[in-house]
C-alpha cells in the first residue's frame, strides 16, 4: 500500500462545474496534509493546507479533512480552464521532517 | 521578496559525471528541504536541513549529499550520476522544521532539471 494514494486521472470536468480531488494516506499519525498545484513543466505551488477534521475554504478551493478515514480532499469551484493541472497531495506525519506526496492528479477544466 | 532561488535551471551530465545544484532560501526561512521529482510522479524527499545541521533523510544512495551554510544556502552533490538520476530536483524553504502545526509549510523553488545521458 502506497503511503499517500490519488487517482493519477486526468479528471475531466466542464468549465464552471465542480472538481473533487482524492487522497488518501497510511500513517495514521500524521496531522498536517496540503494540497499543491503543478502546472506542466513547472514547480509545486501551495493552495491551502488543512490540520483539523472538516473543511477549510479558501476563496474557490475548500480542503476537506477526515482523519477516522484517512481522507482527505480538495474541491474546486467554478473550476476555469486555468485550473488545469496536476494536484498534487502531500502529508507530513508527525515528529517527521518529511513531505510524503502523492503522484498526483492531472485535472482538465474543458471550456 | 524574493521567492526560492535555484540555480541551474536546466543541466546535461552524462553517466558517472558529478553535479552540483544550489539553493538560496526566503529570506528569514532557515530550513532547505530537497525533492527529486521524476517525471509522473510526485517528489520524493531527499533531504531536510534546519540550522546547517541535517534533520532527515530520504531513501536515496550516498551518492546523494548536501549542505547548509550559515547564509541557510544549500547545495545538493549528486556524484556518479546514473541515467536514472535524470529527474527534476526541487529545492524548498520553510521557516521551521519539525514545528508544530503551521509552522513547517514548503515553499518550493523553480527546480533544476537534470537530464543525464
Known amino acids: 500500500q502506497k503511503e499517500v494514494e490519488q487517482n493519477s486521472g486526468p479528471l475531466s470536468v466542464p468549465e464552471g462545474a465542480i472538481a473533487s480531488l482524492n487522497c488518501t494516506y497510511s500513517?495514521?499519525?500524521?496531522?498536517?496534509f496540503f494540497w499543491y498545484r503543478q502546472y506542466s513543466g513547472k514547480s509545486p505551488e501551495l493552495i491551502m493546507f488543512?490540520?483539523?477534521?472538516g473543511d477549510k475554504e479558501d476563496g474557490r478551493f475548500t480542503a476537506q479533512l477526515n482523519k477516522a478515514s484517512q481522507y482527505v480532499s480538495l474541491l474546486i469551484r467554478d473550476s476555469q480552464p486555468s485550473d488545469s493541472a496536476t494536484y498534487l497531495c502531500a502529508v507530513k506525519p508527525s515528529g517527521t521532517y518529511k513531505y510524503i506526496f502523492g503522484t498526483g492528479t492531472r485535472l482538465k477544466v474543458l471550456a | 521578496d524574493a521567492g526560492v532561488t535555484q540555480s541551474p535551471t536546466h543541466l546535461i551530465k552524462t553517466r558517472g559525471q558529478h553535479v552540483t545544484l544550489r539553493c538560496s532560501p526566503i529570506s528569514g526561512h532557515k530550513s532547505v528541504s530537497w525533492y527529486q521529482q521524476v517525471l509522473g510522479q510526485g517528489p520524493q524527499f531527499i533531504f531536510q536541513y534546519y540550522e546547517k545541521e541535517e534533520r532527515g533523510r530520504g531513501n536515496f544512495p550516498d551518492r546523494f549529499s548536501a549542505r547548509q551554510f550559515p547564509n541557510y544556502s544549500s547545495e545538493l552533490n549528486v556524484n556518479a550520476l546514473l541515467l536514472g538520476d535524470s529527474a527534476l530536483y526541487l529545492c524548498?524553504?520553510?521557516?521551521?522544521?519539525?514545528?508544530?502545526?503551521?509552522?513547517?509549510?514548503?515553499?518550493f523553488g523553480a527546480g533544476s532539471r537534470l537530464t543525464v545521458l
Open positions: 500513517d495514521r499519525g500524521s496531522q498536517s
Open positions: 524548498a524553504s520553510s521557516l521551521l522544521s519539525a514545528g508544530g502545526l503551521g509552522a513547517n509549510v514548503l515553499t
Open positions: 488543512i490540520y483539523s477534521n
